[in-house]
């Protein structure tokens, strides 16, 4: 999925303010062996992508960032949402690389459910554990 990018001037709480008033999630990315940097994302952008996953695999979702002086593989490492609107309101990207290994929790679901013996005469399948840290 790709996602367009761009630089915040400076951290300062009132840019952050200005970020969402402007449309825009404030966010960080995240590089092995750097310091972090400050961008945003399009808040109606960022929303779309939401709107087309499954729930629970933002986390194994892979996106290719792209904006001034970046294009990147990241994943999302944290998401912040509003407590009473439940609107994002901070992201954290990890830059991927091929020789660091990252843990993500993957969503556990069940193939051929509808075919149990167990359901067809009324059962129902009880998951306990919804997700595996891998």
């Known amino acids: 999925m790709k996602l367009k990018t761009f630089e ?3 951290k300062a709480k009132n840019d952050v ?5 402007e449309g825009g999630i404030p966010a960080v990315l995240y590089n092995k062996g750097q310091q972090g940097r400050s961008i945003y994302v399009d808040t109606a952008e960022f929303v779309s992508v ?14 290719e960032l792209e904006g001034e002086g970046i294009s ?15 609107d994002v309101i901070h992201l954290d990207f990890l830059v991927l690389h091929d020789d660091v290994t990252v843990s993500v929790n993957v969503p556990i679901e069940f193939a051929g459910s509808l075919e149990c013996a167990g359901v067809k005469l009324g059962g129902v399948i009880r998951q306990v554990i919804r997700s595996l840290k891998v």
Request: overall charge positive; aromatic content about 10%.
């Open 8 to 10: 915040r001037a400076n």
């Open 17 to 21: 303010k200005r970020v969402r008033r």
């Open 50 to 63: 939401l709107s087309h996953l499954k729930p629970g695999y933002l986390a194994t979702t892979v996106f």
């Open 72 to 86: 990147v593989k990241a994943i999302v490492k944290d998401i912040q949402y509003d407590i009473i609107s439940y």
